[in-house]
């Protein structure tokens, strides 16, 4: 099986600057484990070099009033809020970040590669006319709207595994039947941006098509890989996608400063290695893998490594945790079967699986 990693020097300049926790030396430091693992000496693992997203295709998702803001704040090195920066290096970085979303979404529906890494990329809060939460423009649906005008895809699952409820990702599909919207995230009463609850199913044609699952602080390996499984797995088989595209990366992480989730290098690992298998499964490994996030510079590279590996099809890895995770509570498993029972109850008019 063939997996290309979309990468470039300068995503580096996506760097929020000092004191920030965006920082953009986790690319390096990411990229110099996986050179540690040998990872780009593997037979079936190719380099995929992007080039910066056109404005045109910007404008497939965003519209032009918020893109001429955009690129006049950069032009201008002002902020688009508080804690999201603009300036013209990390406009330079984010047009590459997202022109190697779409490279390796091609190299994937051009049968060239089966799965795809593409590494920085998951700008989630950003909306048609908005930005925020570090982001400036949605990757994940600029990517999307590519593949469906030129490669002619018909359905498209998103899987989000990232700590924060992808609000940007979730609005721009609400109401649309052919991008099926799975988002994991940290109960939104505990977290940025305050919204994701289960009862936000999608409106109109996309009712049921917006599929949320909060947990509680403190969910570890085991909760989380149910809860997901549980999920994604019926689901993924009953709407039959031609793509599935996941995005998160370290930030529900157990030692993460921006999130409560306890997941581990291995949580990681088994959550990428899930989805690659109903990628398998249900769209002939068609993947791509957008990574991220992730906000403690310490577990950033060994998450990173440990998600791509499961892409890959490593069978098992030899990354581990500096650090010992907490202990769970049995409190945090009874929520989550309460929360993925009700959510099961409020989706069965739209999906046979839950009906069971
Ligand atoms: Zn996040």
């Known amino acids: 099986m063939k997996v290309g990693i979309a990468y470039h020097e300068k995503y580096r300049q996506y760097d929020m600057g000092p004191g920030h926790p965006f920082r953009g030396d986790r690319f390096v430091n990411a990229m110099r484990l996986f050179q540690e693992q040998g990872l780009f000496r593997l037979p079936n693992v190719t380099m995929l070099k992007p080039k910066p997203v056109t404005k045109q295709e910007l404008l497939k998702v965003h519209e032009k009033n918020y893109v001429d803001l955009i690129l006049r704040l950069a032009k201008e090195s002002k902020p688009y809020d508080m804690e999201t920066p603009v300036s013209p290096k990390i406009l330079e970085a984010a047009r590459l970040i997202i022109g190697g979303a779409i490279k390796a979404g091609k190299a994937v529906c051009e049968g060239r590669i089966e799965r795809a890494v593409a590494l920085g990329c998951g700008y989630h809060h950003a909306g048609r006319n908005y930005g ?93 890989l149910h809860a997901l499984k549980e999920i994604l797995v019926p689901l993924a088989e009953e709407f039959n996608p031609d793509l599935i595209v996941a995005n998160g990366g370290s930030d529900p992480h157990f030692a993460d400063m921006l999130g409560s989730l306890r997941l581990t290098v291995n949580g990681f690992f088994n959550l990428s290695r899930t989805i690659a298998n109903v990628a398998e499964n249900v769209c002939q490994n068609k993947l791509v893998l957008m990574l991220g996030s992730g906000y403690n510079p310490t577990v950033l590279p060994q998450c990173w490594f440990a998600l791509t590996a499961g892409a890959v099809g490593y069978e098992t890895i030899n990354v581990e945790d500096q650090y010992t995770p907490p202990d769970e509570s049995d409190l945090v498993g009874m929520t989550v079967e309460a929360t993925l029972a009700g959510l099961k109850r409020i989706l069965r008019k739209h999906w046979k699986c839950f009906r069971r």
Do not use: M
């Open 132 to 224: 925020g939460g570090f982001c400036l423009f949605n990757d994940i649906a600029v990517l999307v709207e590519q593949l469906r005008e030129k490669r002619g895809l018909e359905r498209v699952l998103i899987i989000d595994y990232d700590v924060h409820f992808g609000n940007g990702t979730s609005d721009i599909y609400y109401s649309d039947s052919s991008v099926l919207y799975i988002s994991l995230h940290q109960d939104p009463r505990t977290i940025y941006p305050g919204t994701g609850f289960a009862r936000q199913i999608g409106e109109g044609e996309g009712e049921g098509y917006n599929i949320n699952v909060p947990l509680p602080p403190g969910t570890d390996d085991q909760i989380y």
